[in-house]
């Protein structure tokens, strides 16, 4: 059963790092790209970037270039996103996705159950 | 790159057909066969209902059915049932290993 565990709710400040995990299961963990997307409360879903785990070559949306970075570990079958310096506005609920990206198809297979990312001063 | 756009919100009655339409670019909806659609409900991660603009993943209802002309996709829902009411959110690869998603629609079962 493919399965994307993710790490636990944050309460941190701004400023502050943090880094968030998804962990895969019941599938060749290299053979697909691992995604995130953000949620803000209330509103739509936002593509935020993937890594390829099989060479961690990541892609990511111009909207969070250069304030998130997304990183993996082959050996634990895990993804991780990365803040260095939170803000007020990067509250919001994240999920990780697996990515379906072959020729002439993809889309979002399996989901996490999200990771609630509060920043508070 | 910006959002796709979708309407709000939808409203149906049980039994009747609803389509909410995604709207995009020639760079992204228009130039690709790939929208897909899913369905979130409060408080829970995203179902992938539709792929490559209208096909089905294994397990989904027939009552749900994907097209598209130009650069606006639909999902279309059929035979309106109250499970139904949820958000719905679209999404397009958007070139050069980037994808897109619309802001997401409210559907609500009168």
């Known amino acids: 059963e493919v399965q994307l565990v993710q790490s636990g709710a944050e309460v941190k400040k701004p400023g502050e790092s943090l880094t968030i995990s998804c962990k895969g299961s019941?599938?060749?963990?290299?053979?697909?790209?691992i995604s995130w997307v953000r949620q803000m409360p209330g509103k739509g879903l936002e593509w935020m970037g993937r890594i390829d785990p099989s060479d961690s070559s990541t892609d990511y949306s111009p909207s969070f270039q250069g304030h998130v970075s997304i990183s993996t570990d082959r050996s634990i079958t895990t993804a991780y996103l990365h803040w260095s310096s939170l803000r007020a506005s990067d509250t919001a609920m994240y999920y990780c996705?697996?990515?379906?990206?072959?020729?002439?198809?993809?889309?979002?297979?399996?989901w996490g159950l999200g990771t609630l990312v509060t920043v508070s001063s | 790159q910006s959002a796709l756009t979708q309407p709000a919100s939808v409203s149906g009655s049980p039994g009747k057909s609803i389509t909410i339409s995604c709207t995009g670019t020639s760079s992204d909806v228009g130039r690709y066969n790939l929208v897909s659609w899913y369905q979130q409900y409060p408080g829970k991660a995203p179902k992938l209902m539709i792929y490559?603009?209208?096909k089905r993943p294994s397990g989904v209802s027939d009552r749900f059915s994907g097209s598209k002309s130009g650069n606006t996709a639909s999902l279309r829902i059929s035979g309106l049932q109250a499970e139904d009411e949820a958000e719905y959110h679209c999404c397009s690869y958007a070139g050069s290993s980037t994808w897109v998603f619309g802001g997401g629609t409210k559907l609500t079962v009168l």
């Open positions: 019941g599938y060749s963990f290299t053979s697909y790209s």
């Open positions: 490559e603009d209208s």
């Open positions: 996705a697996r990515l379906v990206a072959l020729a002439n198809t993809d889309y979002f297979d399996f």
